[in-house]
Each structure stands twice: as structure tokens, then as C-alpha cells.
């Protein structure tokens, strides 16, 4: 290891040149030491916070500046840099000398000084800033957490600000996105945001039951009704009376019943099952599907007016790998989430970082969540590595695979080539094409290649 020696005429010099450097691209640099205390920090800030907020910065602990949140003991971005790790996008606000504030948007990595002897030998980090506004992705960079729900994309940034605006409206909402997306949590979420939020939130699983079992379920029944009726027995409309009642699956309510719905939908009246007093319910519906809506109506198993009155407010939540901004920041949080339940503290290697932003996630975050339940399950140290996901994760990973898989015709020319400039030697065209064995056969046998 090179020992730098230090010049602070030159070291001023140099900081006076990166200051400019940064000013010219709208920037601002602020050097920090291993206790993250400001060392340096260069000229424009002071047009950001104010001449009185910019003078006091030096010296002090960069979580004046920039949040305990953030910086404190124990801060999110304090803890990713002490690991060694680069964080871009996030936010935070600034105070500005006349007590109000300005958000920032920010890139902070640790310093790696090189041996020509100008750097400052304190510096361990660096901050760039620029104002938020000026961030092309305002609103969306950083991660978002709203009700639980994490995400950074712009896509899921205008769900969430679309439930904001729902927060006094009760109107019917429908629900749409693959399995494993975040039907019920964004339903959860919808109602923990709504004036009703002191009422239930009910959920029913329409597919889960026969059609007389879950009309008793939705409206209710009396003693009698049917076998196994032994007494009355209040329904999920009213039970989510002045709260949300969440139908799940509503693709699969049977025809019968669908009639028996809307008309609750139009006249918030029903009957329970084996009475014929009509009683009322102001519960709020959210339905979710993913199954084809439209071509359920197309094929006659959905009623098309049952359709628009249930969507009055669409929300399609996309698949993850439409917003693939959305998985690092879900993998961290689900991390913590599980890890925390097991009583651990734990995180990923950088490699397995990069499995999962390349996995294609067909499961959604319900995919991700069980591949953390399994990581957290096998791993021996504090570190998730590639090798503790689960295969297919690992599999998809190998580069060439990856690469080849989205071109398919090309694919099968790659790995034809290398099996034959290998005598069609499994074992040594894996390893050239830097994928095992049971992948290379899996693909042989998908492409026709045996
Ligand atoms: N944005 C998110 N942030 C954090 N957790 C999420 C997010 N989206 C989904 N999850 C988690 O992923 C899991 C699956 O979500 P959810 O049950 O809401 O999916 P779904 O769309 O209803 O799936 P299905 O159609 O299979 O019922 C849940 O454990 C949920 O907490
Ligand atoms: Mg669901």
C-alpha cells in the first residue's frame, strides 16, 4: 500500500479546480470523513441553502445538512456507504437559511483516492447534490414508501398519487395486474388511506368457494337456509358496512351470483340467503382480477355492465419486470422485512444485487419475497450471495443464457456452435458458455437441440 503524502497547497488548489468543475455542471461535492463530518464542500451550495447554512456546514456532521435519517447513527445511506456501497437517486431535504427547506437529490459513494498525492487523505465519502428540481426523475427517483408498499418507479409513483387523490371518494375501484403484483396490499393501502379507514377492511376470496357458499358468504343467511345452516349468520357486505369489502378474484364469481352483485352495486340492497327482508350496505368495493376481464366477457362467463359499474376507477398494477426500477428497492425492504422477522440482520452481495435486477420475476414481488424467505432459510453468514437464491434466479443470471434467451433464433445458432465446435461435449460447452450443465440440457431439450 502506497502511504500519500499530503501537500494542502496543492490539495487547495485541487478542491478550488473540482469545486469549479462541479459548479459548472450544476453540482455540488461535499467531501466527508469516516465519522462523516464535512471536509470540504465546494461553492454552490451556498445558492442552494444560503450563505449562513453553506458557512456552518464544515466541520460538523453531515446529518446537519442532510437529515439523521439519512446520516445519523445508524442512517439508511450512512449504513450502504460504511459497506462500501454507492447509492444514486435518493432524497433529501436541505435546510435553507430563512427556516425552510429544499429538496435535494443526491449521489453518495465511498471516496477511492488514486496515488497522485492531491487528494485530502480524510476524505472517505462524497456526496454530489442537485436540487430536485432539476432531477429529471423528480418525484420518482428515490424510493417511495407509501402504506407499506415500496417502489421507485414513475408507474407506481402515479398509482400512489392516484390513491392519494381517492383519499374522500368512495367509488368503486377494479383492480388488475398478474399474480404476485400487489392487488391486495394497493387495496389495503387504498383503504388505510380513505375517510373509511375506521371501518373494516373485509376481504373475500371469490374463488374460493362454490357458488351457494359464497353467496351466503357475500349477503349472509338465515337459520336453515341450507344444510348446515344452523343459525343466522351476518354477510361481508354488511360486516364491511361503513368500511371496504374487497372482492378478490371477482373474475371467478359464478354468472347467478353476478346478477346479485351488481344489483348491489346499483342499489346497495340485498337479501341474505333464505330471507326475503332487503336490507342495505354502504361498504366501498374494491374488486381485483388477473384474469382477462375482457375476454371473459367475450366468451360469455362475465357480465359486461357488472364490468363498468365495478371499474369506475381502473388501476392496473404492471408486472415487475415493466418497472424493473422497482426491485432493488423491494429487494432491500423485503430483506429487512423477513430477516427482521427472523431476528437477523442480513444483505446481499453485489453479485446477488445483479441476479435479481436480471431475473425476469414472472411471480412479481410475491416471487421475490418467497426467493428472500428461502435466501434467509440457507444462508450461513450475514451475506446473501448468488449461490443462496433460489436455482432459477442463478440460472437466469448466466450471462450468455440471458443475453440468448431474448433473441431465441440466435440462441439456438449460439449454443448449436458451441456444441459442436465441443463434439457435443456437454460438460465442456457449459462451461465455455459459462452455464451448467442441467441449463445447457434444459435449453437443448426447449430449442430442440437433443
Ligand atoms: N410494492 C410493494 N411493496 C412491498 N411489498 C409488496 C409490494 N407489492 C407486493 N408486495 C408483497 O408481495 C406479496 C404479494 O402481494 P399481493 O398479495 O398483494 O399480490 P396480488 O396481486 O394480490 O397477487 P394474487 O393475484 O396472486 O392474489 C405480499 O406479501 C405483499 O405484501
Ligand atoms: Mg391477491
Not at 466541520?59 to 445519523?72: A, C, D, I, T
Not at 414481488?365 to 453468514?381: L, S
Not at 465455455?432 to 430449442?447: P, V
Request: charged share 25%; net charge neutral.
Amino acid at each position: 500500500m502506497t502511504i500519500v503524502e499530503c501537500d494542502p497547497a496543492t490539495n487547495a488548489a485541487a478542491l478550488i479546480a473540482v469545486s469549479a468543475v462541479f459548479r459548472s455542471i450544476g453540482r455540488v461535492l461535499i467531501c466527508l470523513d469516516r465519522d462523516f463530518h464535512v471536509v470540504h464542500s465546494s461553492s454552490l451550495l451556498q445558492r442552494l441553502t444560503g450563505d449562513e447554512v453553506a458557512s456552518a456546514v464544515v466541520g460538523h456532521p453531515v446529518s446537519q445538512l442532510l437529515g439523521e435519517e439519512l446520516f445519523g447513527a445508524g442512517g439508511t445511506l450512512r449504513q450502504h456507504l460504511e459497506r462500501g456501497e454507492m447509492r444514486e437517486g435518493w432524497r433529501a431535504a436541505m435546510p435553507t437559511g430563512d427556516g425552510g427547506t429544499r429538496t435535494v437529490s443526491l449521489t453518495a459513494a465511498p471516496f477511492v483516492p488514486d496515488e497522485s498525492g492531491i487528494c485530502d487523505p480524510r476524505v472517505k465519502f462524497i456526496i454530489v447534490l442537485r436540487p430536485a428540481e432539476e432531477d429529471p426523475l423528480a418525484g420518482t427517483a428515490g424510493p417511495t414508501v407509501f402504506f407499506g408498499m415500496v417502489a421507485r418507479s414513475a408507474s407506481m409513483a402515479r398509482i400512489f398519487s392516484l390513491v392519494q387523490n381517492l383519499q374522500a371518494s368512495d367509488a368503486t375501484i377494479l383492480l388488475t395486474g398478474d399474480s404476485g403484483t400487489g392487488k391486495e396490499v394497493l387495496a389495503r393501502a387504498v383503504h388505510a388511506n380513505s375517510t373509511r379507514r375506521r371501518g373494516r377492511f373485509v376481504a373475500v376470496n371469490c374463488a374460493a368457494l362454490p357458488g351457494e357458499l359464497l353467496e351466503a358468504e357475500l349477503f349472509g343467511h338465515v337459520r336453515g337456509a341450507f344444510t348446515g345452516a344452523v343459525r343466522d349468520r351476518v354477510g361481508r357486505f354488511e360486516l364491511a358496512s361503513g368500511g371496504t369489502l374487497f372482492l378478490d378474484e371477482v373474475g371467478d364469481v359464478p354468472l347467478h351470483l353476478q346478477a346479485k352483485l351488481l344489483r348491489v352495486l346499483q342499489e346497495r340492497t340485498f337479501e341474505r340467503v333464505g330471507e326475503s327482508v332487503s336490507r342495505s350496505t354502504d361498504a366501498r368495493i374494491i374488486a381485483a382480477t388477473n384474469i382477462d376481464l375482457r375476454r371473459a366477457i367475450a366468451e360469455g362467463r362475465f357480465r359486461e355492465d357488472l364490468f363498468y359499474r365495478l371499474r369506475v376507477v381502473p388501476i392496473d398494477i404492471p408486472p415487475l419486470r415493466a418497472r424493473r426500477e422497482d426491485i432493488e428497492p423491494l429487494a432491500h425492504s423485503l430483506l429487512a422485512r423477513v430477516a427482521a422477522r427472523h431476528g437477523r440482520e442480513l444483505r446481499y452481495s453485489p453479485e446477488a444485487v445483479r441476479a435479481m435486477l436480471r431475473y425476469p420475476w414472472p411471480g412479481n414481488v410475491r416471487e421475490m419475497e418467497n426467493a428472500i424467505e428461502y435466501a434467509v432459510a440457507v444462508v450461513k453468514g450475514q451475506t446473501i450471495h448468488t449461490d443462496d437464491l433460489p436455482i432459477e434466479i442463478v440460472e437466469a443470471t448466466e450471462p450468455q443464457i440471458a443475453r440468448a434467451s431474448v433473441r431465441g433464433g440466435d440462441e439456438i445458432r449460439s449454443i448449436r456452435t458451441a456444441l459442436e465446435s465441443h463434439h457435443w461435449n456437454r460438460e465442456e460447452t457449459a462451461l465455455a458458455l459459462g452455464i451448467s450443465r442441467t441449463t445447457l440440457w434444459r435449453k437443448m431439450r426447449e430449442l430442440g437441440l437433443t
